[in-house]
């Protein structure tokens, strides 16, 4: 019998400003099975959390807080020097921010996934990572912590007891070392949605992503990221769907 396999998709969503200006996140949504919505401080604002929140509620979607940097002109992705305090700070006051909008709604906070620069600098940075996943723990240790595949922020909330999720990523290229491609370097972004399916169906059903020196690295993937924002994000979302659908792989 050939090996059944479950998956998370999720997106990040709520990114822009405004309470009407959600972009492709409802065109997105009946192809996902979880959602990451920023909380203010890279995008986002009270209006379209609040609006993101009941859409993904409507869809019935796992709701996770995306907390970034407080950087809103470069969009959370430019690496700002903090301590471990501040970010512990700025972790938790985000997440308190979404979740109490998810309460008043009559839904639960499901996980927790840091955006940007923060995302990608814990993902090397032990003592970062060990300062998010403890505010994590700190509001709800239930709450399921979204980290980069095989990285610190892995390790740090397997270190402090929260549930973990390897997150890899459809639309991005990687490097030798599992790290993602940063953005200001050439071809960090995969635009062919059939090179994105190609890749994602390696992932879970190989464990393995080829990085851009042709190496084979491997992964563990318990979530696949869809960028929201992304030019082909609802077209990469109706085709990841729709493939995954014909080989028997489950999203949920």
């Not at 822009?16 to 986002?44: K, L």
């Not at 002109?73 to 938790?92: H, N």
Request: negative net charge; glycine residues 10%.
């Amino acid at each position: 019998m050939a090996k059944a396999f479950t998956v998370d998709l999720n997106c990040d969503m709520g990114e822009s400003y405004g309470a009407y200006t959600i972009g492709n996140d409802e065109a997105v949504m009946p192809f996902v099975s979880s959602v990451n919505i920023a909380c203010g401080f890279h995008g986002g604002d009270p209006s379209v959390m609040k609006r993101t929140v009941e859409l993904a509620l409507k869809y019935g979607l796992k709701i996770g807080a995306h907390p970034g940097l407080p950087d809103l002109q470069g969009f959370g992705r430019r690496e700002m020097k903090v301590s471990d305090e501040e970010v512990y700070d700025m972790v938790l006051y985000q997440i308190g921010a979404l979740a109490s909008i998810v309460q008043v709604q009559g839904g639960k906070l499901h996980h927790v996934k840091p955006h940007g620069a923060l995302y990608n600098m814990a993902a090397k940075d032990s003592k970062l990572a060990v300062a998010i996943a403890q505010a994590v723990k700190d509001f709800d240790k239930a709450l399921v912590f979204y980290g980069l595949s095989g990285s610190e922020l892995i390790v740090a909330g397997k270190s402090v007891g929260l549930t973990t999720a390897n997150e890899v990523f459809a639309d991005r290229t990687y490097q030798a070392d599992g790290s993602l491609t940063p953005r200001s370097k050439p071809n960090a972004l995969i635009t062919n949605e059939e090179e994105a399916i190609e890749q994602v169906m390696k992932m879970v059903t190989q464990g393995l992503v080829t990085s851009q020196d042709n190496r084979h690295v491997s992964i563990s993937a318990d979530t696949i990221c869809l960028h929201g924002d992304g030019e082909h994000a609802v077209r990469f979302a109706e085709k990841i769907f729709e493939k995954f659908k014909l080989e028997g792989i489950a999203i949920k």
